[in-house]
């Protein structure tokens, strides 16, 4: 189908997973116009004047949230903030109700991140406006997946027949999951490397390559994406300690030094330096990841214009 036909007007983001390639073109490129707009002395346009979103959060969120939230201001709708601890569910409201609540509003989207997996495909089922999941427990994060893969295009000039290792704990992953169903969707290879007891049992059913030893993940790889270790979403037990996860599978100059010379280095943060990351490369010259901050708002502006008006990219001089 040609860009031009594709639309993702009135669509709910919800997983990458069911993304079509096309889908995943028209939101790059159209970030790629967006990112324009970010780089202008005055950022506003009034291209969603009239258009209200709600950012839903039930779980803590810095690059996230604020990027949604100046993603919708800069493109001129109005953006409101809600989070748990200031909402009523802190008196025992249920999702449910806290959705059509929102609802009776009026509101046009709804960017919502939740603990539970499967909670924003819920939440498309329970009421009308556009959901955009902004992460589902271990599930998916598809605007992480996107953006990702917006930094990598950028900097590679193509997705298609790059390596791309992802490091770290991918059972607890939800950017892990979003980043491979996207990546493979757009022709990248995928590894993966972690601790045993931090890889799905069933991860190479999903077209990928999976390594108890980080250095084959490694070798010779375009682009090498470190995930955070998910403390919060973890049992004890998963690793004997955080020096040895460091020690073992931590992502250091020399263990980088495996990649190709021109490599990649991502990271979804926050990050826990010194443990899955260590500082020098972290700011070093082949690091992206504040890059990758700022392409996150460009694809979140591409998302909130898609959904509400239709396929056709916005111009950064509007």
Do not use: C
Not at 53 to 81: C, M
């Amino acid at each position: 189908m040609p860009k031009s036909q594709v639309s993702l007007r009135n669509k709910h983001i919800l997983e990458l997973k069911t993304m079509t390639p096309a889908e995943m073109s028209l939101i790059l490129d159209t970030a790629q116009e967006m990112k324009h707009i970010i780089d202008r002395d005055i950022k506003k346009v009034p291209t969603l004047r009239g258009k209200s979103i709600i950012n839903l959060f039930f779980e803590a969120s810095t690059r996230t949230r604020t990027s949604f939230e100046l993603a919708g201001k800069y493109l001129g709708a109005d953006v409101v903030n809600i989070t748990t601890s200031a909402s009523s569910v802190t008196k025992g409201e249920s999702l449910r109700d806290t959705l059509l609540t929102v609802e009776a509003m009026g509101v046009d989207v709804i960017v919502m991140r939740h603990e539970a997996e499967g909670s924003a495909h819920f939440a498309a089922q329970a009421v009308k406006p556009v959901i955009i999941n902004a992460g589902d427990g271990a599930h998916e994060h598809p605007t992480q997946g996107l953006l990702d893969m917006f930094t990598i295009r950028e900097h590679k000039g193509k997705l298609a027949g790059l390596k791309v290792a992802i490091i770290g704990d991918i059972l607890h992953s939800r950017v892990a999951r979003s980043n491979i169903w996207g990546l493979k969707k757009m022709g990248a290879e995928v590894h993966v490397a972690g601790p045993a007891t931090l890889l799905p049992r069933d991860i190479e059913q999903l077209g990928v390559k999976a390594y108890t030893r980080v250095e084959e993940a490694l070798d010779g790889a375009d682009v090498v994406n470190v995930l955070r270790i998910q403390r919060e979403r973890q049992q004890k037990g998963l690793f004997p300690s955080p020096r040895e996860y460091a020690r073992i599978f931590g992502i250091n100059a020399k263990r980088l030094a495996l990649a190709k010379p021109d490599a990649l280095l991502l990271h979804p943060g926050p990050m826990n330096r010194g443990l899955e990351i260590a500082p020098d490369i972290a700011y070093g010259e082949q690091s992206v990841i504040q890059e990758q901050v700022k392409n996150g708002l460009a694809v979140r502006m591409a998302l909130l214009f898609l959904v509400l008006m239709g396929g056709n990219k916005v111009e950064a001089g509007n």
